[in-house]
């Protein structure tokens, strides 16, 4: 019996379908996913308005497969972007990572990467995961990786730990925080309004 036909109880989110970027240029943009990093370029749909929305917004919507079935998407709206949209920006503020099987794969992917001319270092060893990094023709900060022998047993010790070092670091951080952002910012627990939003 699934966890949806149990009365009372939701089923569990069970993985991400896709994730969105703005790009500067769909061209740009499928030669790094489909060319470099083999993704297939699975659909490139041609919207004249975003859903819910009232106002025409011409946009072409791109999405490229995952081996798993899932995909990375893109939406080149050149109307409403501008050229600061793509500087790079640190990977604290934004980045994608995507997983490979074996030391093997991830050395053979930074090599094919590295020879389309892309510059992409590492590989850097977080205990958790191995990775190599490089940037999209999007500044967007990209990630190839993967999982530790021991990465299981030590995500595990991790999820044991999560709740009070988010307590600690409330503790630490909160007159930082209060000073920057404001108390009522920090209680908020619903949704807030969109810039858009806020400007109307």
């Known amino acids: 019996m699934s966890t949806a036909a149990q009365p009372g109880k939701l089923a569990p989110i069970k993985s991400i379908h896709h994730a969105a970027y703005r790009c500067r240029d769909a061209e740009q943009t499928r030669w790094f ?4 990093l083999g ?16 106002e025409e917004i011409p946009y072409l919507h791109l999405f490229f497969g995952l081996g798993d079935g899932n995909t990375i998407a893109f939406f080149d709206e050149p109307d409403g972007a501008t050229a600061e949209q793509f500087e790079r920006i640190g990977g604290f503020d934004r980045h ?8 093997e794969d991830l050395l053979a992917w930074q090599k094919r990467i590295q020879a389309a001319g892309v510059n992409c270092h590492g590989p850097i060893d977080h205990g958790i995961v191995r ?10 900060q990209t990630e190839i990786m993967i999982r ?7 995500m595990a010790d991790e999820r044991k730990a999560a709740m009070d070092n988010i307590r600690k670091w409330d503790k630490r951080t909160r007159a930082t925080k209060e000073a920057k ?18 400007q109307a």
């Not at 990775?131 to 967007?140: I, R, T």
């Not at 530790?148 to 030590?154: K, S, V």
């Open 148 to 154: 530790a022998p021991e990465h299981d047993r030590l």
């Open 181 to 198: 952002f404001g108390t009522e910012a920090l209680a908020r627990r619903a949704s807030q309004p969109s810039r858009r939003q806020k």
């Open 131 to 140: 990775s190599v990094y490089m940037y999209d023709p999007n500044g967007l």
């Open 33 to 36: 996913y489909e060319d470099v």
């Open 39 to 54: 993704m297939p370029l699975v659909a490139a749909v041609i919207n004249e308005q975003a859903a819910g929305r009232s």
């Open 96 to 103: 994608i990572a995507f997983l490979v099987d074996t030391e």
